[in-house]
């Protein structure tokens, strides 16, 4: 893997949020922020009318909205689903130095009510996202070998005068058939998924960044149904009372719950 991006922390101010890619070339600066903002999603696999495509996503409800702002002093920029970290607010930046002196922010996390912001499909290690693919190739590639013992059932239901040889021959031949057809499928369909393995790679740099032990085993999904879990039986666990972050969105696309957050390694905390 690539070495990983740098994490600074800080306090958000001058808050921008483009919500529509209309807005997004409005003036010089949001150029600037739009062009840098599809190269990030280049980097994860998406390139073209990125912007376009992903606001357009599931039916319109995942939209893509960028931003920049000011943190510690540094220019910030980036772009994720849902933007609702604002002025005021301390967050940690998992970044990217870029050429123009900003920083491109690939995950920001808000320690306040540990929301996690993340890349669109970028919330699994390479491990799990690979233990997963596997399983949804095996479970649609074995239709095929159900409909054959279907077919089997069917045959020996309708016609009493199957003989034995041939009833051995006829579950040969579909078994034969169905096992083709279940490698045949299960090829196919594991190398449409694997596609998204670059979204895992990105994934796992940037819990690799923010000291996880394991990120290619992470999965933030899971990470996320503990949080909420913890929260039913316990109350309260992991917010701080009284806050408008406590009042917002429980749910928002691709910004997850996390329960611990591991400490960073010094090697990747941005040197002043």
Request: glycine share 6%; charged share 25%.
């Given at each position: 893997m690539?070495?990983?991006?740098?994490?600074?922390?800080?306090?958000?101010?001058?808050?921008?949020?483009?919500?529509h890619e209309s807005n997004v070339f409005s003036d010089e600066k949001n150029r600037r922020l739009g062009a840098l903002a599809t190269?990030?999603?280049a980097a994860i696999g998406e390139s073209g009318s990125a912007a376009t495509s992903l606001q357009h996503a599931s039916g319109?409800?995942?939209?893509?909205?960028?931003?920049?702002c000011e943190i510690a002093g540094k220019t910030v920029y980036g772009c994720f689903s849902r933007i609702f970290f604002a002025d005021g607010e301390q967050v940690d930046i998992v970044a990217e130095p870029q050429e123009d002196g900003g920083f491109y922010a690939y995950s920001v996390r808000r320690p306040i009510d540990h929301r996690l912001w993340l890349p669109f499909y970028c919330e699994r290690g390479t491990h799990i996202?690979?233990?997963i693919n596997i399983s949804i190739a095996a479970w649609w590639s074995s239709i095929p070998i159900f409909?054959?013992?279907i077919a089997i059932y069917f045959i020996c239901i309708y016609d009493k005068n199957v003989s034995l040889s041939y009833f051995l021959e006829l579950v040969g031949i579909f078994l034969f058939s169905g096992f083709i057809s279940f490698f045949f499928f299960f090829s196919c369909i594991y190398g449409l998924l694997k596609g998204f393995a670059g979204y895992s790679q990105l994934a796992e740099k940037i819990f690799l960044t923010l000291g996880y032990k394991n990120p290619e085993l992470l999965d933030m999904?899971?990470?996320?149904?503990?949080?909420?879990?913890?929260c039913?039986?316990?109350?309260?666990?992991?917010?701080?009372?009284?806050?408008?972050q406590y009042q917002q969105i429980l749910v928002a696309p691709c910004v997850y719950h996390y329960r611990i957050a591991p400490e960073v390694p010094e090697k990747f905390k941005l040197k002043e």
């Open positions: 690539d070495n990983a991006f740098i994490v600074f922390s800080g306090t958000v101010s001058n808050l921008v949020v483009i919500e190269l990030g999603l319109g409800d995942i939209k893509l909205q960028l931003f920049r996202h690979r233990k409909l054959c013992f999904n899971k990470e996320n149904a503990q949080f909420i879990k913890d039913k039986e316990h109350g309260e666990f992991y917010y701080v009372p009284d806050t408008k």
